[in-house]
């Protein structure tokens, strides 16, 4: 008989490997089949070993029976114990194999609980990590990590703290004497800073970065801000003032000429009773507010090189046809009168109304042309251009003359000077006029001289010699000439003694600091003050408009589409006259002394 290793066996059914994967697929899908298997072995080796000890009995009760047998039943015997002996063999297997798998369900077990207990473990520990650092953070009352204000960290500062180290890092001191300069389209400019008025503001930077991270409140948001700031960080804008008028001026006045204004749809008025419709146009512009915080951060990084601003193509505004429309048929607008920079009437020309249907301008904008003319009929405003321009100071409205021959020749130097600085003043309708700020401060260094005046004292009136005195004399004699041309006077007081140059109670005394003297222009129309002093006599004239013109009313009705003047006119004897004049009839080839109007590009 030869020897029998069990090693040898298990390698030959491999059952290591079957029992190991079959246990292992078992653990991973349901613990609890496990635990049954394990039950189920332990019956089966309980039951494999009285199996066994009842054929070992059975074998030694053979063994003792055969021995008392006779030799011709040896054969038999040996048979049977041959066949015992592989039975034990396969009882022994079976036990091992159950024992191995026994051994490794009980040590996968073990692994199991191990691996419980040490999950347990770290989730208890992630979960008193995580408290922990959310106690942290909520009770955190710093400024966020890795929070900058330029290149500095205030991150873990308190904000008193920040704001000691950004008073030193930003010292007003670092940008006193230093300039810039500014480039747009090969133009260049040189602008000081000092002139800025630029001053640090460390502390509100210190506040603007403490509040990083905390705008929303709750435990969960400043938790997430914590963290994100942590491997992210903020950038804060460096706080200053200044006077962002004085920049914008000096960058408007450098690119101001390189620029060029967006333009829509526009139309102007033809020659021919037409209108002449012309597509929009890009423009090019600086970048206002981009320009002026381009130069703020590179004063607070303390760069002072040259900074170049470079126009960038503007859009022009979409047109919106309802609108469009409504522009070109608005009421027609009165010529009027206006004052330019040097103080001097002027006439506005008036606006036409622009009687044409929508469909005709949709036509003309859909056109391949940049400029599409259209027929149109046109009604001139009730007040035109030339109307107002004929009866400009057409008119004497009041005169007035009075004589200072007398006088020394300091006080008629005087009156002259005061009547050369009033002549020619012009006052549109309902404007005022105010001696005292027309005429100035009476002094020497205006070319005055001194000369008697009335000034009262103690409650009594006396004469002393004053610089500008006579020109009383002026504001009396211009008074009787506004009086007789119908102007409100609005503020004058009489001298306190009787004056010869006026009758009594004519008379309108002036001093600086009051009293006063004012008026205003009460009529329809401008007028203009003429004084003369000359050969001792002093000559007032008040000049306007004294004229009478036939009432006109439009009646304008736009139904969106078309448009329907009603043209009423009231003459002087009370009689009128109506025309209607409609989009929905073809113009008329009416000369018109308006047709050479403008009008504004839409916006």
């Known amino acids: 008989m030869s020897k029998h290793n069990i090693n040898d066996d298990f390698s030959q059914d491999n059952i290591d490997n079957d029992v190991l994967k079959n246990a292992s697929k078992e653990l991973e899908n349901k613990n609890s089949k496990i635990i049954r298997d394990n039950d189920k072995e332990e019956n089966l080796k309980d039951n494999s070993k009285n199996k066994l000890n009842s054929k070992e009995e059975h074998k030694s009760s053979e063994f003792f029976k055969d021995n008392s047998n006779d030799e011709q039943t040896s054969s038999t015997d040996e048979n049977n114990n041959l066949k015992s002996t592989a039975d ?29 207990i040490v999950a347990a473990s770290a989730i208890s520990l992630i979960v008193l990590a995580t408290a922990g650092y959310g106690i942290y953070v909520n009770s955190y009352s710093n400024i966020m990590p890795n929070t900058y204000i330029e290149n500095i960290n205030l991150g873990g500062l308190t904000q008193e703290e920040a704001a000691e180290k950004l008073s030193q890092e930003y010292d007003q001191n670092r940008i006193q ?38 705008t929303e409140a709750g435990f969960f948001n400043k938790l997430k801000s914590y963290t994100s700031s942590i491997f992210s960080g903020s950038k804060v804008r460096p706080a200053v003032s200044y006077d962002e008028q004085a920049l914008a001026g000096a960058i408007n006045d450098l690119c101001a000429p390189h620029e060029i204004e967006p333009l829509g749809y526009t139309f102007r008025i033809g020659d021919n009773n037409d209108i002449v419709i012309a597509k929009p146009q890009d423009g090019i512009k600086v970048d206002m507010e981009s320009a002026i915080q381009l130069v703020i951060d590179q004063i607070c990084s303390f760069n002072f090189g040259d900074i170049e601003f470079i126009p960038i193509k503007t859009k022009a505004p979409e047109l919106d046809l309802d609108d469009f429309y409504n522009y070109i048929t608005k009421p027609a607008e009165d010529a009027s009168y206006a004052k330019d920079d040097n103080n001097k009437v002027y006439v506005v020309p008036g606006k036409p109304q622009i009687v044409v249907n929508k469909s005709e301008i949709k036509a003309a904008i859909e056109q391949p042309e940049d400029d599409y003319s259209i027929p149109v009929q046109l009604v001139n405003p009730a007040v035109d251009t030339e109307f107002l321009q004929s009866i400009l100071y057409e008119d004497t409205l009041g005169t007035y003359t009075t004589d200072y021959s007398g006088s020394s020749a300091a006080r008629a130097g005087n009156i002259r000077l005061a009547s050369n600085t009033i002549n020619g003043l012009e006052l549109l309708p309902g404007e005022k006029f105010d001696f005292n700020d027309v005429v100035g401060k009476r002094s020497l260094d205006r070319g ?11 409650g009594k009136t006396v ?47 002036v001093s600086w600091g009051g009293p006063e003297f004012i008026f205003k222009n009460s009529t329809n129309y401008p007028v ?26 439009l009646d304008v009705q736009n139904d969106g589409n078309s448009i329907t003047v009603i043209k009423t006119t009231t003459s002087s004897d009370g009689s009128t006259t109506q025309e209607t004049i409609s989009s929905k009839t ?18």
């Open 463 to 509: 004469s002393e010699v004053d610089y500008g005195g006579g020109i009383c004399q002026v504001s009396s004699t211009l008074f009787c000439a506004i009086n007789r041309a119908g102007l409100d006077v609005i503020a004058r007081t009489s001298h306190s003694k009787d004056v010869a140059y006026v009758p009594k109670g004519m008379d309108a005394t």
């Open 88 to 116: 034990s063999k396969n009882n022994d297997d079976e036990i091992k194999r159950s024992s191995v798998k026994n051994s490794t369900i009980k040590t996968e077990k073990k692994n199991y609980k191990t691996i419980k």
């Open 528 to 553: 203009r003050i003429l004084i003369d002093a000359s050969g001792g006599v002093l000559s007032v004239r008040v000049v306007g408009s004294n004229v009478s013109k036939p009432k006109i009313n």
């Open 448 to 458: 005055y001289q001194q000369a008697p005046v009335y000034v009262v004292k103690e």
């Open 177 to 214: 004497g230093k300039t810039l300069k500014f480039i747009c389209m090969g133009d260049q400019s040189t602008i000081d800073i000092k002139n800025l008025s630029m001053q640090f503001e460390p502390e509100k930077m210190a506040s603007d970065a403490f509040q990083v991270g905390r």
């Open 586 to 603: 073809p113009p008329t080839k009416e000369p018109s002394s308006q047709t050479t109007a403008s009008a504004e590009p839409q916006q």
